[in-house]
C-alpha cells in the first residue's frame, strides 16, 4: 500500500477511532481528564470524517477514499472492522447498507461466504476464510445472530468434513478448499477468535445503537 499507491483506508481510520477510544479510557484511569477529552473528541472526529468521506451515495462504507472518489473498485469487506471494533454501529443505517452493498458485490457464488475485495486478481477473488468470520460477528452485533450463525455453521461443516483442518480460502464456486490448509492466523486463529467473541457480540446488539452516521456534521 506504498511507494505510490498510498490511499486513506476505511480499515486504518476505524482502528484509528478505537484506539484513541482506547486511550481515553486509560487516561480516564489515571486521572488525566484533560488528555481523555481530547482523545475522544479526535476519535469523533475521524468517526465523523468516515462518514463524510468514505460512504457511497447509498451510505454503504467504501474501502477507502480514492477508489470511492473514482467511482467503482471501492467495496472492500476490511472495512467490516468499523462495525467490529465500535466505530460506527453495527446494528445502525450504515452498517445496513454496507452489509446489502456487500452481498450484491462481494458474495461468492456458492451461496455461503464473501471474496475480500473487488480488485479482481485470483488471491483476493477467492472465498476467505478471515472475511467469512469478520462479517459474522459483525452480522451478530448488528443483531442478526442467524445469519451470523449461518456463516460459521457452513465454516464448521466444511472442518468436520476435513479431518478438522481449517484453510485460508475456499473456491467461489464450489467451496472446495483452496490455498493454504491448514491456516493458522487466517483459518483456525480466526475461527478461535470468532468463538471468543461470540458474548460480547450478543451484548453489542443488546446495548443498542451508539455512534452512527446520522446527523455527523460535515467539516
Sequence with gaps: HWNGHQKHFTYTSAWAVRGLREAAD???AIGDSDRADWYRSTADGVAEAMCT???DDDGALAGNLEELQQGWGYDDLAAVDAFNNGAIDAAGTV???SFARWDDHLAVESGHGYRRNDDGDAYDEQEWIMV???MSEALRRGCQPEAG???EDWITQQALENNLIIPELLD???GDYNGPAPMMGFGAGMYVLALLNRDDAEQDCSDGVTYDCE???VD
Excluded: K, M, Y
Aim: charged letters at 20%.
Design 26 to 28: 486509560l487516561a480516564d
Design 53 to 55: 468521506w468514505l460512504r
Design 95 to 97: 452498517a445496513a447498507a
Design 132 to 134: 467469512d468470520l469478520r
Design 149 to 151: 450463525q449461518a456463516i
Design 172 to 174: 467461489p464456486t464450489s
Design 215 to 217: 446527523g455527523a456534521p
